[in-house]
């Protein structure tokens, strides 16, 4: 690897970093870009190939995952959308759809035994949401490659 490559990635890093901490805070693309003293487009490029989602992408999937935790906790789904920094329910409640594959508040309504029974560092890495279409596609290509190798 390049050095400029490598001083890249730990420029990456400070941003994803601040996306990890400040994820209830307002962040947008120009803002991570500058935490990474890049521009706003090469940041994004650079982002993606190095963690495989925009930017904006994996700040959502924080909070999302945050917002999982706390309507565990049974916080309402309006309270859980603005303590992660959400602004507009509706946009919230898609992208959490989206991830999670239920609704909000079906997920806040189910019972989370599981989920309590885990020490906290497993429970975050267990119930971390994923893109449903990202793991339907590599399951069809796992899939793919066990039939073609039988």
């Given at each position: 690897m390049r050095p400029e490559e490598l001083a890249d990635l730990a420029h990456l890093r400070r941003a994803r970093d601040l996306i990890d901490r400040a994820y209830a805070e307002?962040?947008?693309?120009?803002?991570?870009?500058?935490?990474?003293?890049?521009?706003?487009?090469?940041?994004?490029?650079?982002?993606?190939?190095?963690?495989?989602?925009?930017?904006?992408?994996?700040?959502?999937?924080?909070?999302?995952e945050r917002a999982m935790a706390l309507l565990r906790a049974g916080m309402s789904v309006t309270g859980a959308c603005m303590a992660v920094g959400c602004t507009s329910l509706g946009s919230?409640?898609?992208?959490?759809?989206?991830l999670v594959g239920e609704t909000p508040s079906a997920y806040r309504a189910r019972a989370h035994p599981a989920v309590t029974a885990m020490p906290t560092c497993v429970a975050k890495a267990r119930t971390r949401p994923t893109r449903k279409a990202a793991a339907t596609s590599s399951s069809r290509i796992g899939e793919a490659g066990r039939a073609g190798a039988a």
């Open positions: 307002p962040l947008d693309v120009p803002a991570m870009a500058q935490h990474a003293l890049m521009s706003p487009a090469h940041f994004s490029r650079r982002f993606r190939a190095a963690y495989g989602e925009t930017p904006y992408s994996y700040l959502m999937t924080r909070r999302i919230f409640s898609s992208r959490f759809t989206e």
